[in-house]
């Protein structure tokens, strides 16, 4: 659905992300894991019914979680660590060059009726699984459209198109995808499973990569429950066990896995 439009962005994106890519060939396995506050600065992301901003419960998630890590000896990069703008960009640009083993995107979501709520985790897809996760890329995506990069790179659309088609984590990403939710399952509240959508921030990301949706900012009592620390902690935790769940369920993978 809508292919066309979106499908030019997300190459655009790429197109991006591969110029940058290689840039820093010294940077050894420097992180294990990779975490994307989404959102910051200028850019709020959703506001919730009570005032919340998306961009301070990401950070505050992702912190949380970057510590839950550290604590288990596995390495964290984050791609902010205060309330700064940074554009999609160069958040892949950050993953690429830290060769982590994982990537996962923090995000709160909103939606028109009053009464949705639950975690929901999605894997990047040219095409969305249904209208609603079309709906949750769009507005994710909207940042992308305000920083004006977008129409750069069409020239190339045919060989990244191709890349993104046959990308080579799409497997990995699914099941890091799966893992990461049923771990939010294991949380007070609803899962609403795992989806595919089109997001820019998960485009061009050279390892199996995840957008987690912690709850929803336009529900009056998850938005309540989002803003407590021990419901922050607790999400943290959950993802954490994942993300190290998911990296032993990938360990025995051979290096050559990313080439060509
Ligand atoms: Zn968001």
């Known amino acids: 659905m809508r292919r066309g439009p979106w499908a030019l962005l997300l190459v655009a994106a ?42 301070d419960l990401t950070l505050a998630v992702a912190r949380k979680l970057a510590a839950e890590l550290s604590a288990r000896n596995v390495r964290v990069v984050l791609t902010r660590d205060g309330d700064e703008f940074v554009p999609l960009a160069t958040r892949t640009e950050i993953a690429n060059k830290a060769r982590a083993r994982m990537y996962v995107s923090i995000h709160a979501n909103s939606a028109p009726e009053p009464e949705v709520f639950g975690t929901e985790t999605y894997f990047l897809s040219v095409d969305a699984s249904d209208a609603e996760a079309m709906r949750v890329a769009l507005t994710e995506n909207d940042v992308y459209q305000q920083e004006g990069t977008a129409s750069d790179s069409r020239d190339v659309v045919g060989t990244i198109l191709g890349d993104l088609i046959r990308t080579e984590h799409l497997r990995e990403s699914s099941d890091l995808a799966a893992t990461l939710q049923r771990g939010l399952a294991k949380l007070p509240g609803e899962s609403r499973g795992v989806k595919q959508a089109p997001f820019v921030v998960l485009t061009g990301v050279n390892m199996p990569a995840a957008l987690v949706e912690i709850g929803f900012v336009t529900n009056a009592a998850e938005v309540k429950r989002l803003g407590r620390r021990d419901v922050q902690t607790a999400l943290a935790k959950a993802l954490a066990a994942a993300l190290i769940e998911a990296m032993g369920q990938t360990r025995e993978m051979p290096a050559s896995r990313d080439e060509p």
């Open 14 to 55: 790429a197109a991006a992300v591969a110029a940058a890519a290689g840039a820093d060939e010294s940077a050894e396995a420097a992180a294990a894991v990779v975490v994307d506050a989404g959102h910051g600065g200028a850019d709020f992301g959703a506001r919730g019914v009570d005032g919340t901003l998306e961009k």
